[in-house]
């Protein structure tokens, strides 16, 4: 009889406990112990000297870009449109003007120390090479609290409209589906997959992870831990936690509310999560504090085209009209702005940003009192509604300040009637959404923002949908055209994250340092 890897593991198992067997399986290569970590630009210090770049766009990818090239010599310069660099990684706070492609302006005009994330919100504990750069800036981070049992699911069809805690659809949820396999496993609808030894684990292992009673029924909790919520809490003297009443099963089969429960599963979203102290723009700020005047602001790109030697890149910069050459040109803008610049990338390259479509996320703040804290014990964390906008983002910064900034709505709005909305009507659906989380306190909702990244000049896109020619398209851009090299989140499989940026950014300058190096 052959020896399998698994019978060598249980065998470990057995012999030296838990801690053996997991150091087996490191030994194994199963499962790895260390995280994946930053990895420096494989060329020689001072590979770049000499050689011209110029980077379009000072948004992430543009920045790390320039920041790595800038530290292997290369004579590199970024032309960013704005006067701010950072791109989407931006940080609304008093003062700041939101302004459409029409022409519409938004003046912020919240407190002092109140902010709001527009774009770029959370920072995963895996995405290494943005941490490790705030890690080098000394960036404080704080926890970004993306989930919380006390927030709420509402859906106007299920409970009567009424919002129930994630906490109480999520134990309820476990207890009923425990319940109902236990059944199977107590019937016999599982003899064939599972010996009896495996049936009686089964059951005392869904006995302790649906908190069922002795008899496997789900009560509501059985063990008085409050999982699914008291409706007694307890307390001092004879006040002792009585269980909620368990919600019935069919009620708690919404698809709509568990996306919203599941989301922090992924790989990208799951604890944890981290956010700057005083805004995400700390970390572009710190880029461009290290780069100075090698980034140009408020020079928007207008043309681009091939030279015997490189490229001639085209900007204007207070009104008047400039040009730079350099050998190289890493493009790091959106694809829906570079669709609109005139430039001669080859015919399959431009195939795939004509021919690619870009998502419309947007999101509406509002300054208020604390509410959710104060009378909800909602303390950063998301809820969520299956109609209009949602979700609602509680701030997870500053907590137990007497106000701060929530988001109610932050979804893709093109294609929906949502997007058909005035301005008005937007934020009176947003507020009507808090209203149906938190009544009363739609009315405490002050100064709305609506930022709808579709219709941001200099963006126009929260980030790609797809690209021209899919996957295909992708390949295609990856490449180098010429003395051309795309990078930015959307020249990656990490698309709508920093990281993505970062990622794609160190890749291209990697790529040039090759050619440099063997030219
Ligand atoms: N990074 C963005 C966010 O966390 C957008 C995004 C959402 C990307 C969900 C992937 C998955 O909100």
């Known amino acids: 009889m052959g020896y399998t890897r698994r019978d060598f593991l249980t065998r470990v ?16 290569g199963l499962m790895s112990a260390k995280g994946e970590q930053w990895k420096a630009i494989a060329a020689a210090p001072g590979v770049g000297k000499d050689t011209k770049v110029v980077v379009l766009g000072g948004g992430m990818g543009g920045l790390v870009a320039a920041y790595e090239m800038k530290l292997l010599g290369y004579d590199v310069t970024v032309l960013e449109a704005r006067e701010r660099p950072g791109g989407r990684v931006w940080t609304g706070r008093k003062g700041d003007k939101v302004e459409f492609v029409d022409g519409t302006t938004q003046t912020i005009d919240w407190s002092d120390g109140n902010y709001q994330n527009m774009g770029a919100g959370r920072i995963p504990s895996t995405h290494w090479t943005i941490l490790k750069y705030c890690r080098d800036f000394k960036i404080p981070l704080e926890i970004e609290v993306n989930t919380t049992r006390s927030s709420l699911l509402q859906n106007d069809a299920a409970n009567g409209g009424k919002p129930v805690t994630q906490r109480k659809v999520e134990g309820d949820t476990r207890g009923h589906v425990s319940e109902l396999l236990a059944k199977c496993v107590v019937g016999g609808a599982l003899d064939q997959d599972f010996s009896a030894e495996d049936k009686a684990r089964m059951l005392t292992f869904l006995n302790s992870y649906g908190d069922l009673d002795k008899a496997n029924k789900y009560v509501g909790g059985s063990r008085g831990l409050g999982r699914a919520g008291f409706k007694v809490p307890p307390g001092a003297g004879k006040q002792v936690g009585v269980n909620d009443d368990p919600m019935d099963m069919k009620t708690l089969l919404d698809e709509n ?62 009104g008047a009209e400039k040009n730079l050459e350099a050998q190289y040109c890493i493009v790091a803008l959106p694809f829906e702005i570079l669709k609109k610049i005139d430039n001669d990338l080859s015919p399959a390259f431009k195939s795939v940003v004509t021919g690619s479509v870009a998502s419309g996320s947007y999101k509406i703040a509002w300054e208020a009192r604390r509410f959710w804290e104060q009378d909800y014990n909602i303390y950063g964390g998301l809820s969520f509604l299956s109609q209009g906008p949602s979700p609602v983002w509680y701030p997870s910064a500053n907590l137990m300040a007497d106000t701060g900034v929530v988001v109610c709505g932050y979804m893709e709005e093109q294609g929906t009637p949502f997007w058909d909305l005035t301005l008005d009507q937007k934020f009176a659906a947003s507020k009507a959404n808090m209203e149906k989380l938190h009544p009363g306190c739609g009315p405490e909702m002050k100064k709305p923002i609506y930022v709808s990244w579709r219709q941001i000049k200099y963006n126009e896109a929260s980030w790609i949908r797809s690209w021209g020619g899919g996957r295909a398209g992708y390949n295609i851009i990856t490449e180098a055209d010429g003395p051309y090299y795309f990078a930015g989140d959307t020249v990656s499989n990490v698309n709508a994250w920093m990281e993505g940026a970062a990622l794609s950014a160190k890749r291209v300058v990697q790529t040039i340092s090759d050619k440099v190096k063997s030219a």
Do not use: H
């Open 13 to 28: 198992g057995q012999i030296g406990g838990y801690g053996a067997a997991f150091s087996a399986m490191q030994t194994l």
């Open 257 to 318: 509310a568990w996306n919203g429960l599941l989301f922090t599963e992924e790989w990208a979203q799951q604890a944890t999560m981290m956010q700057c102290v005083g805004g995400n723009d700390a970390i572009p700020y710190a880029f461009a504090k290290q780069l100075g005047p090698i980034v140009k602001y408020s020079s928007p790109v207008t043309a681009f085209k091939r030279t015997a030697k490189g490229v001639s890149v085209t900007y204007t910069q207070g």
